[in-house]
C-alpha cells in the first residue's frame, strides 16, 4: 500500500513551464510510477511512466519532446517536468503507482496502476 500527493500544479500561459511533484508515502522502490491527465469530458489519458529503479520510461505521443519524467529515490518523488505548455495540456494531472511486483512498466494504460493520488490542476491560458 502506498500513498501519492501531488503538488505543484498551476496556471500558465502558453510556451510556459511547470514541474509537478508526486511524493510516495510508502515503499518506492520497485515500482513503476505513471503521471496521467484527464481534461473535462475527455477519458483519463497517460502521460509517462517511469520505473523507481531505473528505466521504464513511456511517454505518449502528444509530449513530444516537452515532458520529462524523473525520479529521486533519496526523497521518495517522481517529477514531470514540462515545458513549451499549451492550452489542450490543460487537465487535472495525477500521479500513480503499480505494485511492486511486477518489475518494470507495462505502458501507459491506467490499469496497470492500482494507487493513484489525489490529483494537482493545469491551466494554460492562451
Known amino acids: 500500500q502506498v500513498h501519492l500527493v501531488e503538488s505543484g500544479g498551476g496556471s500558465v500561459q502558453a510556451g510556459g513551464s511547470l514541474r509537478l511533484s508526486c511524493k510516495v508515502d510508502?515503499?518506492?522502490?520497485?515500482?513503476?510510477m505513471g503521471w496521467f491527465r484527464q481534461a473535462p469530458g475527455k477519458e483519463r489519458e497517460g502521460v509517462a511512466t517511469?520505473?523507481?529503479?531505473?528505466?521504464?520510461?513511456y511517454y505518449a505521443d502528444f509530449v513530444s519532446g516537452r515532458f520529462t519524467i524523473s525520479r529521486d529515490p533519496a526523497n521518495n518523488t517522481v517529477y514531470l517536468q514540462m515545458n513549451y505548455l499549451k492550452p489542450e495540456d490543460t487537465a487535472m494531472y495525477s500521479c500513480?503507482?503499480?505494485?511492486?511486483?511486477?518489475?518494470?512498466?507495462?505502458?501507459?494504460?491506467?490499469?496497470?496502476?492500482?494507487?493513484w493520488g489525489q490529483g494537482t490542476q493545469v491551466s494554460v491560458s492562451s
Open positions: 510508502g515503499n518506492f522502490y520497485s515500482r513503476c
Open positions: 500513480a503507482a503499480d505494485t511492486d511486483t511486477n518489475g518494470g512498466c507495462r505502458g501507459l494504460s491506467d490499469s496497470n496502476f492500482p494507487y
Open positions: 517511469i520505473y523507481t529503479g531505473g528505466g521504464g520510461l
